[in-house]
Nanobody, 115 residues
Framework: QVHFVESGGDLVQPGGSLRLSCATS????????MGWYRQAPGKQRESVAT???????NYADSVKGRFTISRDNAKNTVELQMNSLKPEDTAVYYCNARYMSSAYWGRGTQVTVSS
């Protein structure tokens, strides 16, 4: 059974930092492309950052230089370090695993950036 546990979402002031974590089970983690997506109220879900099994990363232009995605294939976890947070980063952040035609999602963790 596939199971994702996301954590780390919180209320933070502009300019602050948060670290999101996603612990997975039930998948062959090391072969999956892992990613973080986000969905703000009234907007479509969008890709924030992805990381391949080999460690190649890709970021949305809006977060380049501020966010860093990483993975630990021994612990089956993926993390997102978010620095210099802005109010427009406010959203529910979802962990995603993708391999060929298979895709799995976590339930999301709320990130709110506000003074």
């Amino acid at each position: 059974q596939v199971h994702f546990v996301e954590s780390g979402g919180d209320l933070v002031q502009p300019g602050g930092s948060l670290r999101l974590s996603c612990a997975t089970s039930g998948i062959m983690f090391r072969i999956f492309v892992m990613g973080w997506y986000r969905q703000a109220p009234g907007k479509q879900r969008e890709s924030v950052a992805t990381i391949t099994s080999g460690g190649t990363t890709n970021y949305a232009d809006s977060v380049k230089g501020r966010f860093t995605i990483s993975r630990d294939n021994a612990k089956n976890t993926v993390e997102l370090q978010m620095n210099s947070l802005k109010p427009e980063d406010t959203a529910v952040y979802y962990c995603n695993a993708r391999y060929m035609s298979s895709a799995y999602w976590g339930r999301g963790t709320q990130v709110t950036v506000s003074s």
